[in-house]
């Protein structure tokens, strides 16, 4: 986690303590660094310096407004996968002409927006996709910019529910069927061909899968250009992973140089799209222990903050490292770390040994990417509030959710 430091026994985000924090803002609470969040953003645009590359930020690993507006004031263009995050960058005063729409069911209302938004282009995940989009350009008039999303058939290495460019993956066009279908592409009067896409998967640590799946678009490319269809954009996806505990993680000018090496000389513009490494790092979850509960075999300290707000434990049996925010003369003792959700699954960590009574302030962090984005209100819980902190002031930058919220939505019948 960056940005984050020790003064005299408190734990800091930039110049602000986080105890300051939990007073005004209340738990449980994301908190995020603008500092980190432009440095993250600043990694990316060194490593790429020099070449004509467009980075797409994945808006699913955090679509707060503020991160939005920042990044797009940092130049970026985004990847989306709904018109609920279209809707987001251009509250945000992103610009649509740098949008990229990526998932595998995008519905038409979805694709007659973005088309008449003038988005970048669509990542087509297959055939019918295709078809429909075409069908929906003709209607409007228009020519949809298009790329197809090919499958690689490369294993990432990461863990299965985040790996997403293997044959059996559901996304993507398979890589020796989207020749052809760029044929057809090419002679519709409705269809743009712009580019070529690939994205295999998140929490890369090494560059090679990444590399691979590359060679193998290229080489696509290359047939493709001999078809006489010349490609403007190769989006090579996002994917690189972080440090959530002890990992030797990449940073972008490593994790990129193969790619930027392989790619060296040619012409396209090169499209990636970071989420995870733009944003994890720049947030922790701040939640406070409500009871200790010494146990048979295990010790439990029930904390403020559940499965709902953090989901990536549950889901994904993912570790995040959670430390006091302030030192404490406690005996330290190994404890599972659980919400107060209604299920065994709802645990933030386990076997963690820390010195902690009821009443502290613990933060979990590395939770900036995919944290608030997959939150729920499972157990009627009020989403958290989150807060950027830039340098020694504090935005709110999403209100806590109310009671009343839960239910705004809902009727009775009469
Ligand atoms: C989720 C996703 C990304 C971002 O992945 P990270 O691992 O967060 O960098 C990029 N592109 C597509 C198509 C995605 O689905």
Redesign the pocket.
């Known amino acids: 986690m960056n940005h984050l430091s020790v003064v005299d026994g408190i734990l800091h985000v930039e110049q602000l303590a986080l105890p300051e924090l939990a007073r005004t803002f209340g738990t449980p609470c994301y908190v995020y660094s603008r500092a980190a969040l432009g440095a993250a953003m600043q990694g990316y645009k060194d490593a790429l310096a020099g070449r004509d590359a467009l980075i797409c930020y ?1 808006v ?2 955090n679509s707060n407004l503020a991160i939005l507006s920042l990044f797009a004031r940092l130049g970026a263009g985004f ?1 989306i ?1 709904s018109r609920g995050e279209l809707a987001r960058v251009l509250a945000a005063g992103g610009d649509a002409g740098k949008v990229v729409f ?2 595998v069911g995008k519905s038409a209302t979805e694709i007659r927006e973005a088309l008449s938004l003038g988005i970048m282009c669509f ?1 087509v995940e297959s055939e019918a996709e295709l078809e429909r989009i075409e069908n929906i350009a003709a209607a409007l008039k228009k020519r949809a910019p298009v790329a197809l ?1 090919v499958n690689p058939d490369v294993d990432p290495r990461t863990h299965p529910y ?1 790996s ?1 460019g293997l044959r059996n993956n559901k ?1 993507g066009i398979a890589i020796d069927q989207a020749r052809a279908i760029y044929r057809r592409a090419s002679q519709s009067q409705h269809l743009a061909v712009r580019g070529i ?1 690939c ?1 295999i ?4 640590l090494d560059a090679e899968p990444a590399a691979e799946a590359a060679a193998k678009v290229l080489a696509l490319a290359d047939q493709l250009a001999s078809d006489g269809i010349a490609l403007q954009n190769l989006d090579l ?5 972080i440090r959530y505990l002890d990992e030797d993680a990449p940073v972008p000018a490593t994790y990129l140089a193969p790619l930027l090496a392989a790619t060296a000389g040619r012409s396209e513009r090169l499209v990636f ?5 733009l944003v994890g790092n720049a947030g922790l979850l701040l939640t406070r222990v409500e009871y200790l509960k010494r146990g048979t075999e295990k010790n439990f300290a029930v904390v403020d903050a559940a499965m709902n707000d953090l989901m990536r434990p549950a889901l994904y049996d993912a570790y995040h490292d959670i430390v006091p925010v302030a030192a404490s003369r406690h005996t330290a003792l190994p404890y599972e770390i659980v919400g107060p959700v209604c299920e065994s699954g709802d645990f933030l960590g386990h076997a963690r040994k820390l010195a902690i009574a009821a009443g502290d302030l613990l933060a979990i962090l590395s939770a900036g ?2 944290g608030m984005t997959m939150s729920s209100n499972y157990n009627s819980r009020p989403r958290a509030a989150e807060v950027l902190v830039d340098g020694a002031a504090a935005h709110l930058v999403r209100r806590r959710e109310s009671i009343a919220d839960l239910y705004a939505g809902e009727s009775s019948v009469p």
């Open positions: 994945a699913k690993a990847d996968v990526s998932g990542n999303r985040i997403t996304f896409a994205h998967g998140s929490q890369l996806g996002g994917g690189m992973g799209e970071p989420g995870r490494s990417a995919y």
